[in-house]
């Protein structure tokens, strides 16, 4: 449904037209990966032990002429995945497709087998962000309504912290490194919302533990879940530590 425009006299949109002018965009980006005959995904019922015994080579062959786009990411996935294991290539494999408006009808079903058979394996050995991509994954094709909310929630969390971390980049600061106390700028947050309170503020707990405890209610993407805060909470350089840096300095005057 179309919406009414009423700006304001002097108003701007950072979207003009409106946020719906975005599904182009995104619909651009949910091309299918056409595969060309005979490189379709392998059936549901591969042999999945084997793949997560065999190593992927240290550099794949060079492409071929006029590769199909499939060939091409998979040969760009072999790349980055070099040293993992040709089951962590199928995962990647099956998140490529699942990203897309149509893939293989088994698609689905193959990713969330690859997980229910292989987690200990898949969390102990993907890269971080396989482990990111795969829980934005679950949000459309886990199994329960459970799973799917988790997924969801994680997917919302993630690609902020993907935006503002980016755009952190810009300050000149390194990731581990919290804000000068005295650059604090008083004023309005955008949208009306009230400041946060660095000492007394609870936002993070309100964010970050209901994901918590709703991971103990997703039996599918739950320990993916759960793993992930694990992470977050080691890592030095995201938001939460450097808020706790702040907090710490402040709290002792340094």
Not at 195 to 210: I, S
Not at 228 to 251: E, I, V, Y
Request: aromatic share 6%; net charge positive; hydrophobic share 45%.
């Amino acid at each position: 449904m179309a919406r009414a425009k009423r700006l304001r006299l002097g108003e701007t949109e950072t979207f003009p037209g409106g946020v719906e002018t975005l599904i182009a965009q995104w619909q651009i980006r949910r091309a299918r990966l056409n595969p060309a005959p005979g490189e379709e995904l392998p059936p549901l019922d591969t042999d999945l032990l084997r793949l997560a015994a065999t190593p992927l080579p240290p550099a794949p062959p060079p492409l071929p002429p006029r590769a199909s786009v499939y060939t091409r990411k998979r040969h760009a996935l072999m790349i980055e995945l070099a040293g993992h294991s040709e089951l962590a290539l199928l995962h990647a494999l099956t998140i490529a497709h699942l990203r897309k408006r149509r893939q293989p009808a088994h698609t689905a079903a193959l990713f969330r087998r690859i997980w229910a058979e292989h987690e200990v394996h898949l969390l102990h050995s993907l890269p971080t962000r396989w482990l990111i991509s795969a829980i934005v994954t679950f949000a459309d094709h886990a199994s329960t309504a459970p799973d799917r909310h988790l997924a969801q929630s994680f997917n919302v969390l993630f690609s902020l912290m993907k935006l503002y971390e980016a755009e952190r980049q810009y300050s000149g600061l390194a990731p581990d490194q919290p804000f000068p106390a005295d650059t604090l700028r008083d004023g309005p947050l955008p949208m009306g919302m009230p400041g946060f309170a660095l000492l007394g503020g609870d936002l993070e707990a309100n964010l970050l533990a209901p994901l918590w405890r709703a991971a103990e209610k997703a039996p599918e993407v739950g320990p993916l879940a759960q793993h992930l805060l694990d992470l977050l909470n080691r890592d030095p350089g995201t938001l939460f530590r450097r808020l706790s840096l702040m907090r710490a300095a402040k709290s002792t005057g340094s």
